[in-house]
């Protein structure tokens, strides 16, 4: 892991006017069955993984699957979900190397909508090779996120992270109100 790496991030918000859509539309199949996946060569073997996320599912699970040696048998699923925590909804999932050590990490953000043990939480899960993920909060502000997405939003050289919300909650963090939120990292 990059020694330099601090996992601390900065974080900014602003109350911006957000067009949430009719969630009734969609219909209640669609948000409870809907899953993010990625498609990455998560433990640098040359080939490649999924990592998964539920979505809007209480009790929501981070998992990433490997194929067996003929991809077309059963897959070994690998959950990743921190055992001490029933985390909230998470619509957000990015595969990325935020701590420049080369190995692709995990970014995920509970939703507000649907809450686990706590407030939403901002998530990574920093890959430290053969399969091995080390989870931590990078936001802990009782601020959620939907479809979060990295950058380097800065230019100085290291993925930050953002996201917007699906709709507010009225104990959330920013008085209730509609958010988008970044947060700097601190890498460098
Ligand atoms: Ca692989
Ligand atoms: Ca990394
Ligand atoms: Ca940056
Ligand atoms: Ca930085």
């Known amino acids: ?12 918000i602003k109350t911006i006017a957000l067009f949430l859509f009719c969630t009734s539309c969609l219909g209640e199949d669609f948000q409870n069955n809907a899953t993010q996946t990625h498609v990455v060569d998560l433990d640098r073997d040359g080939h490649m ?5 539920d979505s809007e599912n209480p009790g929501a699970r981070v ?3 490997k ?3 003929d991809p077309r048998q059963l897959w070994t699923i690998y ?3 921190p055992r001490t925590v029933d985390l909230g909804a998470l619509h957000s999932l ?6 420049n050590d080369g190995n ?4 995920t953000v509970e939703m507000e909508w649907m809450k686990g043990d706590k407030p939403p939480r901002w998530w990574a899960f920093l890959n430290t090779g053969n399969g091995q993920f080390e989870s931590k909060v990078i936001l802990d502000a009782n601020l959620g996120g939907h479809e979060a997405e990295v950058g380097d939003v800065d230019g100085d050289g290291d993925l930050d992270v953002c996201a917007k919300l699906w709709r507010p909650q009225k104990d959330n963090g920013n008085g209730g109100s509609n958010h988008f939120s970044y947060l700097e990292n601190l890498s460098k």
């Open 1 to 12: 892991m990059n020694k330099n790496l601090k996992t601390e991030y900065r974080h900014a």
């Open 49 to 53: 993984e999924i990592v998964v996320v």
């Open 67 to 69: 194929a067996p040696a």
């Open 79 to 81: 959950d990743i979900t």
């Open 104 to 107: 692709p990490d995990i970014i």
């Open 63 to 65: 998992a990433w699957m």
């Open 94 to 99: 990015v595969v990325a190397d935020i701590n």
